[in-house]
């Protein structure tokens, strides 16, 4: 079951993000969280910027309303989306 909490301001995703992958895309998920598979390296932040974006523009949104809550340093990350409701997310990632 996917971790997806609807809060007042917007939702928490948990991700799991597979840096250095063949192209930027949604991969399924990994236990509970949404798998996404990157291009960029888990070097200096990069694929936490990446993932960042590429969260935003799935949804249509800036990147300044997707933050990185935990796990800036790991590949499962729990990530907060504001200004969607869980409904738009799971219609935008197929879930």
């Known amino acids: 079951m996917l971790f ?16 250095r992958a063949a192209r930027n895309q949604v991969a399924g998920l990994y236990e509970d969280a949404l ?14 910027e990446a993932c960042r974006a590429f969260l935003a523009d799935s949804l249509s949104l800036p990147p300044s309303k997707v933050e990185i809550v935990s796990g800036h340093a790991s590949r499962t990350k729990v990530v907060k989306i504001a200004g969607v409701g869980a409904e738009k997310v799971r219609r935008a990632f197929g879930l």
Not at 35 to 48: F, H, M, Q
């Open 35 to 48: 798998k996404i598979r990157l291009t960029a390296p888990p070097v200096d932040g990069e694929a936490n």
């Open 4 to 19: 997806l909490k609807e809060e007042k301001d917007g939702v928490l995703l948990k991700v799991r993000v597979q840096p």
